[in-house]
Structures are given as C-alpha cells and as structure tokens.
C-alpha cells in the first residue's frame, strides 16, 4: 500500500452549505438595496469571506468605508453562523461516510482543507470531527485557493508528499490549488466546469470503492 493521504474541501464537498451562505449573502444585498442571485452564488464558491464581500459590494456598485466592510462581514457571518446553528448530520451529503469509512478502515490519513474560518464548528455539527487527523482551514493559511497553501500545508500536517496527496474539491480554484500542489485533483460536481481536475465525479454516490483501491494501492 502507497503512503497516500486525502484532503477534502468543505464546503460543497462534504455538506452544502452553499446554500446558507447564498442566504446570508442575499440578505445582505437586500439590506444595501440590491438583488443577489443564486447564479452569483456560484462566483463565491471556494472564495474567501473578504473577496466575497468585495465580490458583492462589485455587483451592487456599493462603495464602502472600511469600517462599513468590517461589520458587514461581521453581519454576514453573524447569519451564516444562524443557519450552521441548525445544521445536523442529515446534512452530510451523499456517501460522504461510505468514503471516509473507507479509508478510515485502510488507515489512510484524511484532513480538510477549507478556506472557511467556521470549517471546525460545522463538522463538529455534522458529527465528522473525528474523522479528520488534520484540519487546515480559512483560519490559518494567509493565501487564498487558487494557491496551493492550503493543501500543502494539510500535506505537510500529515506527513504525506504532496505528489500523494488527492484532493476532493467542487470549486475551480480549489481545482486549481490541488493542480499547483501537485496532488492528486478530483472535482466533485460538473466535469464541464471542473475540467482541469484529473478525475470527475458528480458526487461520491458516483465514486466505487475500488477506484479508492486503485488509488491507495
Ligand atoms: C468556502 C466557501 O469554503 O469558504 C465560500 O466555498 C466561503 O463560499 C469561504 O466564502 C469562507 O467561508 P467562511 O465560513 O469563513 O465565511
Ligand atoms: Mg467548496
């Protein structure tokens, strides 16, 4: 068996938050007098709460006093944390278990690597805490995906390579990070978008356990 490791993405890849976020973001742009569509939403997946800001402020043609951009952040995130509040793990999305048992039975090493700052309250939510040997989230890294500072810094927490890692990722810059990191991509959701992952799966309901197999052996 290869010294392999895994790194999953959060957000999209093991719960769909996505959603949560869109409705904090939209009441937001309600606030400030604007629409926030749900096609938008998907500018800021895998994007930092500050650019998504900056990202939303752009679309409403909102220009902001510092001090306005702190606590509309601070708002925002106040929302989000509302709904996570309510989040259990009915919410994990499909088979998201059968591959975390998976490997946890072949003792392969699994960390997440998310560029959240809340990535560490929603699994203890979900109940998946304890799958994770490693957790490199929003909170530590300084460069944002599509940098590969996120992975790499989840490889070297495990002790793995990097060129050993694989990547669970549905964002295009997460994509891109696990590309720069010279790990092994894998994008979850539409292979037409992610297409510069080296494996596409529309979720893990999609993925066989010998495929795993091939991976880890
Ligand atoms: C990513 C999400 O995982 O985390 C983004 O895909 C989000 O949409 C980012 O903006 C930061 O999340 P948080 O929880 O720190 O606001
Ligand atoms: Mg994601």
């Given at each position: 068996?290869?010294?392999?490791?895994?790194?999953?993405?959060?957000?999209?890849?093991?719960?769909?938050?996505?959603?949560?976020?869109?409705?904090?973001?939209?009441?937001?742009?309600?606030?400030?007098?604007?629409?926030?569509?749900?096609?938008?939403?998907?500018?800021f997946k895998g994007v930092s709460r500050k650019r998504c800001l900056e990202i939303l402020l752009d679309i409403g043609g909102v220009i902001a006093t510092q001090k306005q951009f702190d606590t509309w952040m601070i708002e925002k995130n106040e929302d989000y944390l509302r709904y996570i509040e309510a989040m259990d793990s009915s919410e994990i999305l499909p088979d998201v278990p059968k591959v975390l048992n998976y490997l946890k039975s072949n003792k392969i090493p699994i960390a997440l690597g998310s560029a959240s700052k809340n990535a560490r309250p929603i699994l203890e939510k979900v109940n998946l805490l304890s799958y994770f040997d490693v957790i490199v989230d929003g909170n530590h890294v300084t460069k944002a995906k599509p940098n590969p500072e996120v992975f790499l810094m989840a490889a070297e927490q495990l002790g793995i390579n990097p060129e050993n890692c694989i990547v669970f990722e549905d964002?295009?810059?997460?994509?891109?990070?696990?590309?720069?990191?010279?790990?092994?991509?894998?994008?979850?959701?539409?292979?037409?978008?992610?297409?510069e992952a080296k494996y596409n799966f529309l979720d893990f309901t999609h993925i066989e356990l010998s495929f795993l197999e091939t991976l880890i052996s």
């Open positions: 068996m290869k010294h392999t490791g895994f790194i999953f993405d959060l957000d999209g890849v093991v719960v769909d938050t996505a959603k949560y976020h869109y409705l904090a973001w939209k009441k937001l742009a309600n606030q400030l007098g604007f629409e926030f569509t749900i096609d938008q939403n998907e500018l964002a295009v810059a997460g994509i891109q990070a696990a590309n720069a990191a010279k790990m092994i991509s894998i994008g979850i959701g539409d292979a037409k978008i992610l297409s």
